[in-house]
């Protein structure tokens, strides 16, 4: 069950992500992998700068605070991925 959580919630970043940077499609297993490592990444960073539920008005460790961070961190690898590129 873990692994399917991981895939739907990466898949849900990756794309939710890609779609606010206004890039062009991925697909989707591009958008779960770039979402499972910005699960990663945006774990990290919230942690560093002391990010919760409590400060964004959502409950620590639901779904949507998962998504929240997971796409925070998709966000920010996709972004250092556009200007490595150039």
């Known amino acids: 069950?873990?692994?399917l959580y991981t895939l739907i919630i990466g898949g849900l970043a990756g794309w939710i992500a890609s779609s606010l940077m206004k890039g062009r499609g991925m697909g989707i297993l591009m958008n779960i992998i770039l979402g499972i490592i910005g699960a990663f990444v945006g774990t990290f960073l919230f942690k560093v700068l002391q990010v919760d539920g409590g400060v964004l008005g959502i409950r620590s460790?639901?779904?949507l605070m998962d998504i929240v961070?997971?796409?925070f961190?998709?966000?920010v690898v996709l972004f250092i991925a556009k200007v490595l590129a150039k």
Do not use: F, H, N, R
């Open 73 to 75: 961190g998709a966000i």
């Open 61 to 63: 460790g639901s779904i």
């Open 1 to 3: 069950m873990s692994l």
């Open 69 to 71: 961070s997971s796409t």
